[in-house]
């Protein structure tokens, strides 16, 4: 399977031109990779003037509602009418602006019912010795998948992101390959009640959180993540490039 690299832009960069220029960087290497599905996730006014390679394009977040009378919102038809393939939900920095589960739900059965690709981010603020933040994570993704048809849910990533490991929070660090590891086991056993044994075991789970050039092979090779979200890093092309590079070249280690 390849793996997939998510670029999220976030509220960057500042301007048309640069947006076109760290796009065409990427483009050139995501044409030397066979491995590797690519998706940038630009500030939505940027998506119309991002398009082509071998790269798709995605959104930082969704309306559930289809249209109608609310402002400053766009809805998952618009988004595919303007060829995006996939979305981000529930980024922690979304629901740090106030988004709850229960919001959330209504736009992953909103992307999901548009059959967008729907990249769901989960992630605990903290980690506690007491391992509380594994019930945190699993009420999220069970408040989040609630009442979703199962036949909706082929198109579901999950994005493990623990909020301290973000890189524009203070004091961040990555995640350690061996503790994603196992938080992917409990994310698919999390999982497996909600869509079965077949999905769970098949769709995405990818890891976010201060992935750069200096830990990304050890997170392709150990991790058993299929795939990576990249914020901070995947505005320098030079940067997101070599990770994607790694994502093609680097064997998973067998444990
Ligand atoms: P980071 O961001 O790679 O800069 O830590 C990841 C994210 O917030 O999605």
Request: hydrophobic content about 40%.
């Amino acid at each position: 399977m390849k793996k997939i690299l998510i670029a999220n832009w976030k509220m960057n960069p500042q301007g048309f031109k640069e947006a076109k220029n760290i796009f065409n960087e990427i483009k050139k290497q995501a044409l030397k990779l066979k491995k590797v599905e690519i998706v940038v996730c630009p500030p939505f006014i940027y998506i119309p003037i991002l398009s082509g390679g071998k790269i798709n394009i995605g959104a930082q977040d969704i309306f559930y509602e289809n249209k109608g009378a609310f402002t400053g919102e766009i809805s998952a038809k618009m988004l595919k009418d303007a060829n995006v393939k996939y979305v981000i939900i529930g980024h922690s920095e979304r629901r740090a602006l106030g988004e709850s589960d229960e919001l959330l739900n209504k736009k992953l059965k909103a992307a999901l019912g548009a059959g967008l690709k729907t990249i769901f981010c989960v992630g605990e603020p903290e980690r506690d010795i007491e391992g509380n933040y594994l019930q945190f994570v699993k009420n999220q993704i069970e408040v989040g998948l609630k009442d979703i048809p199962r036949k909706n849910l082929k198109n579901l990533l999950i994005a493990y992101e623990p909020v301290w490991a973000i890189s524009s929070q203070p004091g961040a660090r990555a995640d350690t390959s061996e503790s994603a590891f196992r938080m992917g086991i409990y994310i698919r056993k999390t999982l497996l009640p909600i869509m079965g044994n077949v999905l769970a075991r098949n769709i995405s789970v990818l890891y976010g959180g201060s992935v750069n050039v200096q830990n990304a092979q050890d997170f392709f090779a150990n991790s058993g993540m299929d795939g990576a979200l990249v914020g901070g890093q995947s505005l320098i092309a030079k940067n997101f490039n070599q990770i994607l590079k790694f994502a093609e070249i680097t064997k998973v280690a067998k444990n």
